[in-house]
């Protein structure tokens, strides 16, 4: 699959649909997967494939220990189908989890789209640091 890249700015309708990038639909295919984040408070966006090697890894954790993440990843889950338009509804559960009301931002992000609450995505970037990025990177090796 090509890395899913770019940032794109999108409103959600009164409906909770958003006209989903072109660009990522092309690479994410005729339906795709959304859930909360595993990291941040914003959405996921996986192509069937990714959603498969994500699902097979939460599947393995031992019911013991990942019992409560099976539960928080896969309740609200969805899968996409753009409409005609390119349209996709947004569960609601999933649109409250993220903060979304109408200014979004999707962005690519290598093997995953997200999607942001545009004034959460302004703060997120303003709070980065170039000098914590080049530790992350020089500790891969870069």
């Known amino acids: 699959m090509a890395s899913l890249m770019g940032t794109f700015h999108h409103n959600i309708d009164t409906k909770g649909r958003l006209n989903f990038p072109t660009k990522l639909r092309e690479i994410l295919g005729s339906s795709f997967y959304v ?8 959405l996921t966006v996986y192509s069937q494939e990714e959603w498969d090697r994500l699902s097979a890894k939460i599947a393995s ?3 013991s220990r990942g019992g409560q993440v099976k539960r ?9 189908v753009p409409d005609k338009q390119g349209r996709v509804l947004l569960p609601q559960d999933l649109r409250a989890f993220a903060g979304l009301e109408k200014d979004v931002v999707v962005i690519g ?25 080049r530790d992350v990177l020089t500790e891969a090796g870069f």
């Open 35 to 42: 859930t909360k984040s595993l990291d941040q408070i914003c």
């Open 72 to 80: 928080w990843l896969f309740s609200g889950a969805g899968e996409l």
């Open 61 to 63: 954790i031992p019911e």
């Open 109 to 133: 992000a290598h093997n995953k789209a997200e999607i942001w609450d545009k004034s959460r995505w302004e703060e997120m970037n303003a709070s980065l640091k170039p000098e914590d990025m």
